[in-house]
Each structure stands twice: as C-alpha cells, then as structure tokens.
C-alpha cells in the first residue's frame, strides 16, 4: 500500500512539472482554454497579421497552435479579449464567474497582471468626478 501510494505521489509530480513547463515547440505558441459561454461555437482569432478559426466543443473546451517566432497579442473576436502570449508556452484561459483567469507560464502572468491593472485602473477612474474633469468651462478668466 506504502508503494502504491509512493508511485502515486510520484506520477502526481510528475504531471503537474510536466503540464506547467513550455510545449517544447520555441516556434509555436499553443493557447487552449475552457469557457462554456462559447460551447458549440467557432471562434476566430488574430495573431501575427493571420486569422485561424477553430470549433469549440460542447463544453466551451477550445485549443489554438499558433505558429510564432516572437511574443505578441492576440484577439480573440467571440470573448472581445486581447490575449499576450509566448512563443514556445502554452496558455490556458478560463472563465471563472465574470473574471478571466490565465494559467501556464510567462504568458499567464502578464495577463492576470493586466487583469488586475485594469481592475485597479477603472477603480481609481470610477471615483474621480467626472464632471469636473470633462468640463471645458474655463472656472475664471482674468484679463490683466
């Protein structure tokens, strides 16, 4: 029993170091993710002056292999999101709630770091008096 539950712990290492590292591929950058609003659809993206479609399941599970030399945006159109990535890593996105979560690698740093950039950004936005600050009313004029 000692050893089942060795080899087990063993093969559980062993997946999650492999699932987490680059898809070995430094020309290709593999973008997959799991968003049921878009179950049964085809999305598009672009990427690199190129559009690539690809038909998500009935799960919302899609995947892209995007052949790419250097970093850069994608968009994709049905999610209206831009999306950085890595050649060489593989991006998962998930939809959780109303949030957008990324996991994997560089790539998915970046762009929950965006995430919470924006977050913060709109914060600060949204308690500014927006009156004042779109007004193009001088308050005074003085004329000497």
């Known amino acids: 029993m000692k050893m089942l539950r060795t080899l087990l712990n063993i093969t559980m290492i062993l997946l999650i ?7 070995g591929k ?11 609003e878009i179950a049964s659809k085809t999305i598009w993206i ?26 850069g945006y994608l968009f994709i159109k049905e999610l209206e999101k831009k999306v950085f990535y890595l050649p060489g890593e593989s991006l998962l996105v998930e ?4 949030t957008y979560k990324y996991s994997g690698g560089q790539s998915a740093l970046i ?6 950039w924006n977050k913060h950004l709109y914060a600060v936005a949204d308690t500014s008096d927006s009156e004042k ?6 308050y ?3 004329i000497w």
């Not at 600050?133 to 001088?138: F, G, S």
């Open 111 to 116: 762009n929950n770091y965006y995430i919470a």
């Open 26 to 36: 430094k020309d290709r950058a593999i973008i997959s993710g799991h968003i049921p």
């Open 95 to 98: 939809k959780v709630d109303k």
């Open 133 to 138: 600050y779109y007004n193009q009313k001088p």
């Open 17 to 23: 170091l492999t699932s987490c590292s680059s898809n």
């Open 140 to 142: 005074r004029i003085d």
């Open 46 to 71: 672009e990427a690199n002056d190129s559009t690539f479609d690809c038909a998500v399941d009935s799960f919302g599970i899609f995947r892209f292999d995007i052949p790419s030399a250097r970093p």
